[in-house]
């Protein structure tokens, strides 16, 4: 059973087209999370929702948005992708401060 | 800001031996401190965690040791198989009940490879 899911699986974009990935969950779970993770690196935080609230990384750049418009969806969306936001995008969701559950991811690349 | 430190970067086990990867943190308000497992190319997925008031877990062949006072915990997978071979990454995080989420913060990972 599916528990967070990602889609696109594979996304490619050209330099500077706007993109959005997206994350669903059937856990019910409040809060949701945004990680970065490029090759042979850990995951790198973005953002997350805490139920409706946005918590952005002081380091993440402002092309990075998110949306969520549900308990059960969110949305990432980069505004004008440059060479270095080729990456692999992690949904995870938790409740509360129990364990996170990563979805399968997004793998980005761009031309 | 937390800082996790993971040694080390690469391990190579036979079969049935014992692998230990090691972590130490910088923050001693961290509270707990997951592994996870990642294949090339798959999610990351949790294999163990502890929390701190807790000094040892175990999970059939996997175990986790925390020590608070040194500020390092450790993952140990006794009779390794060839299907452990995976990227393993520690976290630490001192989630708050009044900001009610864990901010992870990842080491830099421990690739394992277990050979037939």
């Known amino acids: 059973d599916a528990m967070v899911i990602q889609n696109p699986r594979y996304q490619v974009t050209q330099f500077g087209k706007p993109v959005t990935l997206s994350c669903s969950q059937t856990?019910?779970?409040?809060?949701m999370y945004w990680y970065q993770q490029k090759s042979s690196q850990a995951p790198k935080l973005l953002f997350h929702?805490?139920?409706?609230?946005?918590?952005n990384e002081a380091d993440t750049p402002d092309n990075f948005q998110s949306r969520r418009p549900n308990t059960s969806f969110c949305f990432l969306d980069i505004r004008s992708p440059g060479l270095g936001d080729a990456a692999m995008y992690l949904c995870?969701?938790?409740?509360?401060?129990?364990?996170?559950?990563f979805g399968p991811g997004t793998r980005l690349t761009v031309l | 800001g937390e800082n996790v430190e993971q040694h080390p970067s690469t391990l190579s086990v036979q079969e049935g031996d014992s692998a230990v990867i090691k972590c130490t943190y910088s923050?001693?308000?961290?509270?707990?401190f997951p592994w996870y497992k990642q294949e090339l190319g798959k999610r990351p997925q949790l294999i163990i965690d502890?929390?701190?008031?807790?000094g040892e877990k175990k999970d059939q062949r996997i175990a986790v040791t925390l020590n608070k006072t040194a500020k390092h915990f450790s993952l140990h997978i006794t009779e390794t198989q060839p299907e452990d071979s995976a990227v393993y990454f520690c976290?630490?995080?001192?989630?708050?009940?009044?900001?009610?989420?864990?901010?992870?913060?990842f080491g830099t990972g421990t690739r394992l490879l277990v050979s037939p």
């Open positions: 856990l019910n779970h409040n809060v």
């Open positions: 995870a969701t938790s409740r509360d401060l129990d364990t996170q559950y």
């Open positions: 502890i929390r701190s008031n807790v």
């Open positions: 929702y805490y139920d409706k609230d946005f918590n």
């Open positions: 976290a630490a995080s001192k989630g708050a009940l009044n900001t009610g989420f864990q901010k992870l913060v």
């Open positions: 923050d001693s308000a961290s509270n707990y």
